[in-house]
């Protein structure tokens, strides 16, 4: 059996060492599912889809962001059955894809997170513009990203393709801030 891999695995030492100071938290959030769906709004999947564009809707450890007028992303932990998404579809017109193998999730925490990214991202992360029950696809240190904020940090879903650059990138721009 081959053993899994995750795309920033090689950094989970470099990321421990750089949360270190208190300042920052840095880590991958390795495996969690995420299922692009499609479908008329309002229609009802079992999960709740945010209806204003730029939201997130949680309900317990599933988390919906609005990517588009027709288009969410579910984030699930590791395990999620994107089947049971599909079965509460049934005839209807739609399309739900796991696409979980397509990214990572990467955890920027900590009191100095909103700096760190600020450093690479145009967006104004203030947290009365930008905090938990937003999202945004935005670009990151010229990788394209989907941003989440949360109560404890931001979620950053990246590309796999990416994954190493964009954790260099972090560790980079977290020098300023390691103890």
Same mark, same amino acid.
């Given at each position: 059996?081959?053993?899994?891999? @995750?795309?920033?695995?090689?950094? %989970? !030492?470099?990321?421990?060492? %750089? ?13 969690? *599912? ?44 590791? !395990? ?19 696409? @979980?193998?397509?990214? *990572? ?25 930008? !905090?938990? !029950?937003?999202? %945004? ?41 390691? *103890?």
């Amino acid at each position: 059996m081959v053993e899994r891999r @995750s795309p920033a695995a090689a950094f %989970a !030492g470099r990321f421990e060492a %750089a949360s270190r100071g208190g300042a920052l938290t840095l880590r991958e959030l390795p495996f969690l *599912t995420h299922v692009n769906v499609r479908v008329e709004p309002g229609t009802d999947l079992g999960v709740p889809l945010p209806a204003e564009p730029n939201t997130t809707v949680t309900s317990g450890e599933v988390t919906v962001a609005w990517l588009g007028p027709d288009e969410w992303l579910v984030i699930a932990p590791p !395990g999620y059955r994107p089947e049971l998404l599909r079965k509460e579809l049934g005839e209807r017109h739609g399309s739900i894809v796991d696409v @979980s193998a397509q990214r *990572t999730t990467l955890f920027v925490g900590g009191p100095r997170a909103r700096d760190l990214l600020a450093h690479g991202c145009a967006l104004d992360l203030h947290p009365r513009g930008f !905090g938990p !029950g937003r999202c %945004a696809q935005t670009m990151l240190a010229r990788a394209q990203v989907v941003l989440v904020p949360r109560e404890d940090g931001f979620l950053v879903l990246v590309r796999s393709s990416f994954a190493a650059y964009l954790a260099e990138w972090l560790l980079d721009a977290a020098t300023e801030y390691v *103890t």
